[in-house]
């Protein structure tokens, strides 16, 4: 049952270098997310794809790009990293129902570092 | 605006005490109400939620909240707390923006003294 599943787990890279993090999820969920986390500030969304599609800025969205290239996949691209951008990333998805009553399930997370 | 407060940082229990750890919120509607739990290394975990219905809701692991409207409250609660309860815990409010959006709490960090 692997739910959520984003990669890579951990990677470091250099001020300026470009990279994606991709998340999959088998559980046809319409709508998904990426969420960054920082200490002491909980989790704040960068963008979410309300269903296959769509895309839209969350609260922290500069610096990022998304891909929602099909209803399982949602893809998160720094296209110039930078230091504030070292946190720890969770992708997310949840089920568009409202029965569902706006659960998200979430993915283990990748850490990244900008050096 | 919408947010979410944990008032507490960081607690520290006792195995075997009981626990409660708060949620404050400011939010327009009849809000989605959820605690999660992140253990270290891992992704987050939900353990309850509200969205209707009894204002006490049952979760995993031996947890429980209630929902207090007049208070703007969610407050989480485990009568006997086990070593393995030590993790961090997020409330979070939704849907925010008129879609599935969360609004988490910064976090509370719970340890447990053996």
């Known amino acids: 049952n692997a739910g959520v599943t984003q990669t890579p787990k951990f990677q470091v890279l250099k001020t300026g270098q470009s990279m994606t993090l991709q998340c999959a999820q088998d559980?046809?969920?319409?709508?998904m997310y990426w969420y960054r986390q920082d200490p002491g500030m909980g989790l704040r969304l960068i963008y979410y794809?309300?269903?296959?599609?769509?895309?839209d800025k969350g609260e922290v969205p500069n610096g990022y790009n998304v891909s929602r290239l099909n209803k399982r996949e949602f893809s998160l691209r720094l296209e110039s990293a930078a230091p504030s951008q070292t946190s720890v990333y969770f992708c997310?998805?949840?089920?568009?129902?409202?029965?569902?009553?706006?659960?998200?399930?979430f993915g283990e997370g990748s850490w990244l570092t900008v050096v | 605006a919408q947010s979410v407060t944990q008032p507490d940082i960081h607690i520290t229990v006792s195995e075997g005490a009981s626990l409660e750890l708060r949620c404050n919120y400011s939010?327009?509607?009849?809000?989605?109400l959820f605690w999660y739990v992140q253990s270290p290394g891992q992704g987050l975990q939900l353990l309850l939620k509200?969205?209707?219905?009894?204002?006490l809701v049952q979760g995993i692991k031996g947890f429980e909240a209630e929902f207090k409207r007049s208070q703007s409250s969610f407050n989480l609660r485990k009568p006997s707390v086990h070593w393995s309860d030590a993790a961090e815990y997020f409330c979070?409010?939704?849907?925010?923006?008129?879609?599935?959006?969360?609004?988490f709490g910064a976090g509370t960090r719970l340890a447990v003294h053996p």
């Open positions: 939010y327009g509607a009849t809000p989605y």
């Open positions: 509200y969205f209707s219905g009894d204002t």
């Open positions: 979070a409010v939704g849907p925010s923006g008129g879609y599935n959006k969360l609004i």
């Open positions: 559980m046809n969920h319409n709508s």
């Open positions: 794809s309300a269903s296959e599609g769509t895309t």
């Open positions: 997310a998805s949840s089920d568009s129902r409202a029965s569902s009553g706006n659960t998200i399930y």
